[in-house]
């Protein structure tokens, strides 16, 4: 954002700083050739006055002593005829035959005015020829045509032209400072205060942005922090509320199961059943208080890591091979072949964290593929690190996969399993904190294929 601001503050900058150079440059070539115009036409009054002496007098030799002077003078050339196009005088390397020449003469002859020069630039070479009819009133006794030299003028116009471009330069360079100095003052507070939002979002206790800028984002910034101090307060309250409860329902839940296996001695056979019963439940509910206080914790890392980041890695390939070794006793307890195969991937993840996860689905594949086959794999898909643990079960259904990772969500004809519906939520956070993914898909024949994408260790240390 900021570099669209500036940008904007500095193109309105360029463009008004423009606006008044472009005009100033005009006026400035257009003001010099006006002068050029007036002193050569001035000479060329006094000449057709000296050319209309020498006609009416028949001698023309104060003429060309003037005109061979001026051209000595100013490098100039003129040209002198009479009503009758005979020469007077030439100068300069000017000569009454050439045609252009020629052209100038019939016109001022006939009385016509010149045509316009053309406005001096600094890169103007070309010579200006004009034109002047000598004699008094309709009485035309000759003509004078002068080729004025714009070298000088071109000069003058170019120093005035950097003269001019030298204070756009500073005035833009003036106004660019500005336009850093104020996208800093607007900005400055809100990249602070955007961080700020970002820990609150991230659940961690966020730190109050300082009130700078505007008067009006120096009050929205005393708002957020108003409201960051409501939501935390908020957020500890319901942290607190998670590990009182937990603590509270541990103690009463171990003592329920000690008395719990303290009756089975004593019951009949008859209520072994319901007794039976009630162990499951309360394997249930201690199985749901863990998941839920490991999906609160891994919440808690989620956030911290999407923030901070802890440049930890380790080889997926060799935690995955281990937890697979791990797992080989339940699989064959399931009638499960469990395979690994891949070679080493550089994960941006700790081993801890990735043994979690494949604990989740390994548990997840033993549970609702039994009698079949697992495999373990792991590999590249492009930019990302990828584990994946395929079955040859039933799978899933589309419907069911758009709901497999919604937390407590488990299938109508797994109710009987056990298991909280936590496992793929809890997986997915603690992907979802190292800026990865869990993809679910159904896998070809049957079964259900479950994809980790991580981020690969090279790409983060880059």
């Given at each position: 954002?900021?570099?669209?601001v500036?940008?904007?503050?500095?193109?309105?900058?360029?463009?008004?700083?423009?606006?008044?150079?472009l005009p100033?440059?005009?006026?400035?070539a257009?003001?010099?050739?006006?002068?050029?115009?007036?002193?050569?036409?001035?000479d060329?009054?006094?000449f057709?006055?000296?050319?209309?002496q020498?006609v009416?007098?028949?001698d023309?030799?104060?003429?060309?002593?003037e005109?061979?002077?001026?051209?000595?003078?100013y490098g100039?050339?003129?040209?002198?005829?009479t009503?009758?196009?005979?020469p007077?005088?030439?100068?300069?390397?000017l000569?009454?035959?050439?045609?252009a020449?020629?052209?100038?003469?019939?016109?001022?002859?006939?009385?016509?005015?010149?045509?316009?020069?053309a406005?001096?630039?600094?890169?103007?070479?070309?010579?200006?020829?004009l034109?002047?009819?000598?004699?008094?009133?309709?009485?035309?006794?000759?003509?004078?045509?002068?080729?004025a030299?714009?070298?000088?003028?071109a000069?003058d116009?170019?120093?005035?032209?950097?003269?001019?471009?030298?204070?756009?330069?500073?005035?833009?360079?003036?106004?660019?400072?500005?336009?850093?100095?104020?996208?800093?003052?607007?900005?400055?507070?809100?990249r602070?205060?955007d961080?700020?939002?970002?820990r609150l979002?991230?659940g961690l206790?966020?730190?109050?942005?300082?009130?700078?800028?505007?008067?009006?984002?120096?009050?929205?910034?005393?708002?957020?922090n108003r409201?960051?101090?409501?939501?935390?307060?908020?957020?500890?309250?319901?942290?607190?509320?998670v590990?009182?409860?937990?603590h509270?329902?541990?103690?009463?839940?171990?003592?329920?199961?000690?008395?719990?296996?303290?009756?089975?001695?004593?019951?009949?056979?008859?209520a072994?059943?319901?007794?039976e019963g009630?162990?499951?439940?309360?394997?249930?509910?201690?199985?749901?208080?863990?998941?839920?206080?490991?999906?609160a914790?891994?919440?808690?890392?989620?956030?911290?890591l999407?923030?901070?980041?802890?440049?930890?890695?380790?080889?997926?390939?060799?935690?995955?091979?281990?937890?697979?070794?791990?797992?080989?006793?339940?699989?064959?307890?399931?009638?499960?072949?469990?395979?690994?195969s891949?070679?080493?991937?550089?994960?941006?993840?700790?081993?801890?964290?990735v043994?979690?996860m494949?604990?989740?689905?390994?548990?997840?594949?033993?549970?609702?593929a039994?009698?079949?086959?697992?495999?373990?794999?792991?590999?590249?898909?492009q930019?990302?690190a990828?584990?994946?643990?395929r079955d040859?079960?039933?799978?899933?259904?589309?419907?069911?996969?758009?709901?497999?990772?919604?937390?407590?969500?488990?299938a109508?004809r797994?109710?009987?399993?056990?298991?909280?519906?936590?496992?793929?939520?809890?997986?997915?956070?603690?992907?979802?904190?190292?800026?990865?993914?869990?993809?679910?898909?159904a896998?070809?024949?049957?079964?259900?294929?479950?994809?980790?994408?991580?981020?690969?260790?090279?790409?983060v240390?880059?």
């Open positions: 954002m900021r570099t669209r500036l940008a904007v503050l500095l193109a309105f900058v360029v463009l008004a700083t423009a606006g008044f150079a100033l440059l005009t006026v400035t257009t003001e010099r050739t006006q002068q050029l115009l007036l002193a050569r036409t001035a060329l009054d006094r057709a006055a000296l050319a209309d020498a009416a007098a028949g023309p030799s104060v003429l060309r002593a005109v061979s002077r001026y051209t000595e003078l100039e050339g003129i040209v002198v005829v009503a009758r196009r005979t007077v005088a030439e100068t300069g390397g000569s009454a035959a050439d045609p020449i020629g052209a100038l003469v019939d016109a001022a002859l006939r009385n016509q005015p010149s045509q316009p020069a406005t001096v630039r600094p890169w103007s070479r070309a010579p200006v020829l034109a002047r009819p000598a004699g008094t009133g309709t009485k035309v006794s000759g003509a004078v045509v002068l080729r030299s714009v070298t000088a003028a000069e116009v170019r120093r005035s032209w950097f003269a001019v471009l030298a204070g756009a330069a500073l005035v833009t360079l003036a106004g660019a400072g500005l336009a850093l100095g104020a996208t800093r003052w607007v900005l400055g507070p809100m602070r205060l961080r700020a939002v970002g979002t991230a206790r966020p730190v109050h942005a300082d009130l700078a800028g505007p008067p009006e984002l120096r009050q929205l910034t005393a708002g957020f409201m960051s101090d409501a939501v935390t307060a908020a957020l500890d309250q319901q942290r607190r509320l590990a009182d409860t937990s509270q329902m541990r103690n009463p839940m171990t003592a329920l199961r000690l008395r719990v296996d303290a009756l089975r001695s004593s019951l009949p056979a008859s072994s059943r319901t007794y009630a162990v499951g439940e309360l394997d249930r509910l201690e199985g749901l208080l863990d998941d839920l206080l490991t999906l914790t891994a919440e808690h890392r989620a956030g911290e999407s923030l901070s980041g802890d440049g930890a890695w380790c080889d997926a390939a060799a935690v995955a091979e281990a937890q697979v070794h791990l797992w080989q006793p339940a699989a064959e307890r399931a009638g499960v072949t469990l395979r690994f891949g070679p080493a991937v550089r994960v941006a993840a700790t081993a801890a964290e043994a979690q494949l604990d989740v689905l390994l548990d997840n594949a033993l549970k609702y039994p009698g079949g086959e697992v495999s373990v794999s792991c590999g590249v898909a930019a990302w990828e584990l994946a643990v040859f079960g039933p799978g899933l259904s589309p419907a069911e996969l758009a709901q497999a990772q919604t937390r407590f969500w488990r109508e797994h109710r009987s399993l056990p298991g909280t519906g936590l496992g793929l939520a809890i997986a997915e956070r603690l992907a979802a904190g190292r800026g990865g993914r869990i993809a679910l898909q896998a070809d024949p049957q079964g259900l294929l479950v994809r980790v994408l991580l981020p690969r260790a090279a790409e240390q880059r």
